[in-house]
T-cell receptor
């Protein structure tokens, strides 16, 4: 299957700082990318959907000014958690899909964010 | 609105026995159905999908799933479980179209014991 690389896999940051998470599709063009948040022992919660070159569409209840998403190219999307607080600590997962193939989405390996 | 139900939080099975992880869905239009597996502190790995065609879909690692339109189900099965199959399994649904989003079930933890 196609490969999606997410970096970093783990990050610890201090309250008030910002953290950037990268998601790259390595061998296909990701026309659509998705960012999820997963709480312990729970399912994935979709945060936002982004298409290359356009603004992300955020799900209800997700603060767009706090979770900045950029999808500048067909292979890269970034999620920046701004002014992080301990309650932002979570497992963040990206996925990417090539809509020209109308196929499944492929997922990155996830990023464990801990805000102290 | 589309939804997915995975009625079992956990399924326990002995190695070598067949396993079934249940999934039912609700969607307007033709469903695109997926199974993913997640190992601890990892992202999701794609197992198999149903979009159209044969109702019995075969996927990775010996898993298969059967699309049943009348029962709106897409149960995941494997004839002989392995201890290494122990993980968290997610069923997901979406409709066709570039704007469609995946909706996930709550996940089922599969525990395979010797």
């Amino acid at each position: 299957g196609a490969v999606v690389s997410q970096h970093p896999s783990r990050v610890i940051c201090k309250s008030g700082t910002s953290v950037k998470i990268e998601c790259r599709s390595l061998d296909f063009q990701a026309t659509t990318m998705f960012w999820y948040r997963q709480f312990p022992k729970q399912s994935l919660m979709l945060m936002a959907t982004s298409n290359e070159g356009s603004k992300a569409t955020y799900e209800q209840g997700v603060e767009k000014d706090k979770f900045l998403i950029n999808h500048a190219s067909l292979t890269l999307s970034t999620l920046t958690v701004t002014s992080a607080h301990p309650e932002d600590s979570s497992f963040y997962i990206c996925s990417a899909r090539d809509d020209s193939l109308n196929t499944e989405a492929f997922f990155g390996q996830g990023t464990r964010l801990t805000v102290v | 609105a589309q939804s997915v139900a995975q009625p079992e939080d956990q399924v326990n099975v002995a190695e070598g026995n067949p396993l079934t992880v249940k999934c039912t869905y609700s969607v307007s239009g033709n469903p695109y159905l997926f199974w993913y597996v997640q190992y601890p502190n990892r992202g999701l790995q794609f197992l198999l999908k149903y979009i159209t065609g044969d109702n019995l879909v075969k996927g990775s690692y010996g898993f298969e799933a059967e699309f049943n339109k009348s029962q709106t189900s897409f149960h995941l099965k494997k004839p002989s479980a392995l201890v290494s199959d122990s993980a968290l399994y997610f069923c997901a649904v979406r409709t066709g179209g570039t704007a469609s989003k995946l909706t996930f079930g709550t996940g089922t933890r599969l525990q395979v014991t010797l």
